[in-house]
Nanobody, 119 residues
Framework: QVHLVESGGGLVQPGGSLRLSCAAS????????MGWYRRAPGKQRELVAQ???????NYADSVKGRFTISRDNAKNTVSLQMNSLKPEDTAVYYC?????????????WGQGTQVTVSS
């Protein structure tokens, strides 16, 4: 089992910045593939950013150049630095950990943290 706890959401004006953090724990945690997803009102959950072992990253086109995902392996944390925020970034953001084993893929999710971009 893997337990994920997010923090750092809130209300910010357009053009502002926020930093989300996710702390992972549990005996099944490898940290090989972690990411952030979001769900805006009335929309499906979508990928925001991923980070893989070795530091390889992947971003949704809508956030490239504005968001940066990073990890601290010693602390089992993954962070999302969000700059130049736009109203369309308003959503509940979820931390994700994907554990891949032979014949099985398990996704773990945090409880979600609200990000609201509004003037």
């Amino acid at each position: 089992q893997v337990h994920l706890v997010e923090s750092g959401g809130g209300l910010v004006q357009p053009g502002g910045s926020l930093r989300l953090s996710c702390a992972a724990s549990g005996s099944g945690f490898s940290g090989n593939e972690m990411g952030w997803y979001r769900r805006a009102p009335g929309k499906q959950r979508e990928l925001v950013a991923q980070i893989f072992s070795g530091g390889i990253t992947n971003y949704a086109d809508s956030v490239k150049g504005r968001f940066t995902i990073s990890r601290d392996n010693a602390k089992n944390t993954v962070s999302l630095q969000m700059n130049s925020l736009k109203p369309e970034d308003t959503a509940v953001y979820y931390c994700n950990d994907r554990e891949i084993e032979p014949g099985r893929v398990t996704n773990y999710w945090g409880q979600g943290t609200q990000v609201t971009v509004s003037s």
